[in-house]
């Protein structure tokens, strides 16, 4: 283990690297958050994955611009555009997958000017830019020293234990998705009149003990798949309002 993270990647450690996608993608979590409490006046999940804080999204996005970024850290204007541009690839990829895999939008721009497919949009990829200047300028400086001090056995063991949890998780997280689309086509044809039945192996019902419909819900509520699943099934949602904010929530926004 200790030769794989200190292997190197485009001049950083594989423990630097998984180290900084931890952090990158628990950092998701909070900014999103923060973004719906200000934009919208609600406190809600923003999670990427079952049982653990993390937002795959930036982890990737964030790795990827330290990466493929820091040679040009002399120009700003540069890492903008590019942060932009890397970001965005990586925003409308998940999309895509998402879409494909789970018949499910997890955000949708098509209300936003120059949007592609709904996936990516200016808006937004220019916020992605703003935060690559984030990363490069500020959290990565910060953030290096603290990471590689961890790298002794003691910080190894900590990050495979991390790695490892975030993997179950992700595991959990899409077995959890398939089930829940299988459910709404079920509950759709049920609608429909027809005669129909859903899967009712072992391995269904570990997952619906592992992500019963109040955690699937209440993690991943802006969803397309669990907004359709909300209302076949007439299941509530949980979130905090705060009193006398101007904007009511959207469906599908960021």
Excluded at 88 to 106: C, D, G, R
Aim: hydrophobic share 55%; glycine share 8%.
């Amino acid at each position: 283990m200790a030769a794989l993270y200190s292997a190197t990647v485009f001049g950083f450690s594989v423990h630097v690297i998984l180290g900084f996608f931890v952090i990158y993608s628990f950092l998701g979590v909070l900014v999103e958050m923060i973004f719906c409490l200000v934009q919208e006046g609600v406190l809600e999940s923003r999670l990427g994955l079952l049982y653990l804080p993390l937002r795959p999204l930036y982890g990737v996005g964030g790795v990827a611009c330290t990466l493929l970024l820091h040679r040009f850290i002399k120009d700003l204007i540069l890492i903008f555009i590019w942060g932009m541009l890397i970001c965005s690839v990586v925003e409308y990829v998940a999309s895509f997958v998402m879409e494909k895999a789970f018949s499910t939008l997890t955000w949708d721009y098509s209300d936003k000017a120059l949007n592609l497919h709904g996936r990516i949009c200016l808006q937004y990829s220019c916020y992605w830019g703003l935060l690559a200047l984030l990363v490069l300028y500020v959290l990565d400086r910060f953030l290096y020293g603290f990471v590689d001090l961890s790298g002794g056995k003691v910080g190894e063991i900590v990050l495979t234990a991390l790695m490892v949890l975030a993997l179950l998780s992700v595991m959990v997280t899409l077995a959890a998705l398939a089930r829940i689309r299988k459910r709404v086509a079920v509950l759709k044809a049920r609608a429909r009149g027809e005669a129909v039945t859903i899967s009712d192996t072992v391995w269904d019902r570990l997952i619906d003990d592992l992500a019963p419909d109040s955690l699937m819900i209440n993690s991943f509520p802006r969803t397309s798949l669990m907004m359709e699943f909300m209302e076949l099934t007439g299941e509530p949602r949980a979130w905090i309002r705060v009193p006398g904010h101007p904007r009511s929530p959207s469906k599908l926004n960021k």
